[in-house]
């Protein structure tokens, strides 16, 4: 049996914590990471309820809805450019998450060119992801987009 020198011992003083920081700054990327995936996972659910909230609006609120002379709340009446109260809608529910309305891209479509009951709707939105940690920024900077589709009931 081999008894090592005093020699040896001592040049290993200090691999410990070169050792420990290579862990540590590899343990910081990898929590990072998930809390950044985490946060972009919440991020695409707001952006798809918002899309399903504004679907939801203009179905039920179609088309202007007067009739024996009672006047209901009138809805968005819009063409493809002009939908402000649909806008509105996912904006204000896009708002409750982590997005910034500003970078959100709302598009409402009619297929059939009418906003009338039976026919269908289609609204869009998409949010460029903006990465809070920005060592994530060239990796995650994605578009997350979601389309929500309906018929439109009144």
């Known amino acids: 049996m081999r008894i090592l020198g005093r020699g040896r011992l001592e040049r290993e003083d200090g691999a410990e914590l070169i050792e420990f920081s290579f862990i540590a700054f590899m343990f910081i990327i990898v929590l990072l990471s998930v809390v950044e995936l985490g946060r972009m996972i919440l991020v695409y659910?707001?952006?798809a309820n918002a899309a399903r909230a504004g679907a939801r609006y203009a179905i039920v609120h179609?088309?202007?809805r007067t009739g024996s002379g009672i006047n209901w709340p009138s809805g968005p009446g819009c063409g493809p450019n002009s939908c402000t109260q649909?806008?509105?809608v996912v904006k204000n529910f896009a708002a409750a998450g982590l997005v910034n309305t500003a970078n959100l891209t709302i598009a409402v479509a009619y297929p059939n060119g009418s906003n009338a009951a039976g026919s269908?709707?289609?609204?869009t939105v998409s949010y460029t992801y903006d990465p809070l940690v920005g060592y994530f920024k060239s990796i995650l900077n994605k578009t997350l987009g979601s389309t929500s589709q309906g018929v439109i009931t009144f």
């Open 86 to 88: 649909i806008n509105t």
């Open 62 to 64: 179609g088309q202007e």
């Open 120 to 123: 269908p709707v289609t609204v």
């Open 45 to 47: 659910t707001t952006v």
